[in-house]
Structures are given as C-alpha cells and as structure tokens.
C-alpha cells in the first residue's frame, strides 16, 4: 500500500476543503495517508512516504500561506532531500493576480531542489473559472497517480 504525504495549507479553506476530498479518494484507493496542515522540515525526515503531494491555496503576490511558508523556509536551510520520491503539486489561485498559483512554482522548485522526482507539472486552479476545484484537481491526481506508479 503506498504511503502519500500530503502537505496541505490555505488562507480561506478551500485548500483544505480539497485536501479532505483527495484524502478520501486516495483512502479509498487504498493508499495510506498522512496529511500535514502545518508541517515542518522535520515532517520530510521524519515520516516514512513514497510520495508527496502538497495541495495550497496562493495569497498576495503569489505567496505560500503561513503554514507552508514557514515550512519552505526551514526547508531552504536544513535541505531534508526526498531523493527520487515523487512529488506532486495542487495550487489554487487567482488568474486576475500578476503572480497566479505562485505558490506551485515556489514548492516545484522546492521539491526539485530536495531531489524529489517531478512527474508532472503543478495544478493551477484558477478560482475565477472554477468555483469548484475538485474536478480538474481530481483529474489532475489520477495523472499523476499513473505517472508515479501509485
């Protein structure tokens, strides 16, 4: 049964709203979950996982929420690799905002950096055309499920 670490944040809950809708498909795929709403750096070293998914909202000018920008910023100093593990990444976002789904470019490069292995491109949700997320993201999960071999 793989083991998926989610890393999950938002700024008004729709993110997390997701993050509940992806954890009970995985579930239900069998897949074990461990999801994480405020992780650390020490999240990576410290949980057994076959992949990663982060799944984020994106506030002011392409910014991580709180949570998730304290973890990118631990994570640019102690460098916890992930080498070849899969990583996927879920973004929410405003298209009408210059930096729209900065958030997924900001983790992309943060989990390539680590050495995880990128198996697709990023999922940009935009809020202006789709109210609800759960569809293109949850096409989006089983691409991205095929492609890591989950």
């Keep these: 049964m793989p083991k998926i ?15 509940d809708r992806i954890t009970e498909v ?25 992949a990663v998914l982060a799944i984020t909202s994106t506030t002011g000018s ?5 949570n998730l920008t304290q973890f990118w910023l631990q994570c640019q100093e102690t460098f916890p690799v992930i080498t070849g593990k899969p990583y996927g990444v879920i973004a929410l976002g405003d298209s ?7 958030s997924a470019d900001k983790l992309d ?10 198996v697709s491109e990023p999922c940009r949700i ?4 789709t109210p609800d997320p759960s569809e293109p993201a949850l096409e989006w999960l089983q691409e991205w ?3 890591s071999g989950l």
């Design 5 to 19: 670490l989610i890393l999950n944040d938002s700024v008004y809950g729709s993110a997390f709203d997701l993050g």
């Design 26 to 50: 995985l579930a239900d795929k069998g897949h074990s979950i461990t999801r994480e709403k405020a992780p650390t750096d020490d999240t990576l070293r410290q949980s057994e996982f076959d």
């Design 62 to 66: 392409g910014d991580l929420p709180e």
């Design 96 to 102: 009408s905002y210059p930096e729209f789904c900065g």
């Design 109 to 118: 490069t943060l989990f390539q950096e680590l050495a995880g292995t990128r």
């Design 126 to 129: 935009d809020a202006l055309e």
């Design 145 to 147: 499920l095929a492609l």
